[in-house]
């Protein structure tokens, strides 16, 4: 079946370091991919998303580029600040009512 | 505009007790769907309505009813908590077709 794997976590890094949370995965079909964040407390909210390949989204300096080829979707941001400490979430929709989530990577920016 | 709203935020049950929680959406979406969080297992779907008026079975839909009372509203009823169900639960909304998640606050739920 369709599955999410991201790296797993916690990644530190100090300010203005450069970020990848790394995401691949498997499907039948085109899926539409994902970035979700979550801050401490609240639920999941949209970074970011790509709906076919090649695409590339982005959001807040975070991008991702859909690559069919190598079936991922890394998440990236060149300089990263403390209010960028959460947990991120890869996920697809491959079709009608299907959503799968990766496991999360929880990030820490150290100041 | 609300959004996705959940009540309650945090409800601590012994086992054995039942409860249900709510959730509403003010987007006019026709689906909604329950997810429960657990540390390292990412977000697992429990239910889903497609529309009003049905609803189906996710991938861990042991220990959980579901009702779908209107197009705004979806609840998720634990008929006897036991303390597996401990977690965070999302209701969620998605946009027509392959469209964004939209997701409640969260309800953290403790079963002693």
């Known amino acids: 079946g369709d599955s999410v794997t991201q790296m797993e976590g916690p990644v530190t890094l100090s300010e203005e370091a450069f970020l990848t949370i790394n995401c691949t995965y498997t499907?039948?079909?085109?899926?539409?991919l994902f970035w979700y964040v979550q801050y401490p407390g609240e639920g999941l909210q949209l970074l970011l998303k790509a709906t076919k390949a090649d695409d590339k989204g982005s959001n807040k300096g975070f991008e991702a580029t859909y690559r069919k080829e190598t079936t991922s979707f890394h998440l990236e941001k060149g300089s990263v600040q403390v209010s960028d400490s959460a947990v991120y979430f890869c996920?697809?929709?491959?079709?009608?009512?299907?959503?799968?989530f990766g496991t999360g990577t929880r990030l820490k920016v150290l100041a | 505009n609300a959004g996705v709203t959940q009540t309650p935020k945090f409800q601590v049950l012994k086992t054995g007790q039942s409860m249900t929680l709510q959730c509403a959406q003010d987007m006019n979406h026709n689906s909604m769907y329950w997810y429960r969080q657990d540390p390292g297992m990412g977000l697992r779907l429990i239910y889903y309505s497609a529309s009003e008026g049905t609803t189906d079975k996710g991938e861990v839909p042991n220990g959980y009813n579901v009702s779908r009372l209107n197009k705004r509203e979806f609840s998720l009823r634990l008929e006897s908590a036991a303390p597996s169900q401990t977690s965070v639960y999302f209701c969620?909304?998605?946009?027509?077709?392959?469209?964004?998640?939209?997701f409640g606050p969260g309800t953290r739920l403790l079963v002693l």
């Open positions: 969620a909304s998605p946009g027509q077709g392959r469209e964004t998640q939209y």
């Open positions: 499907a039948t079909g085109y899926p539409s």
């Open positions: 996920a697809l929709s491959g079709g009608t009512y299907k959503y799968i």
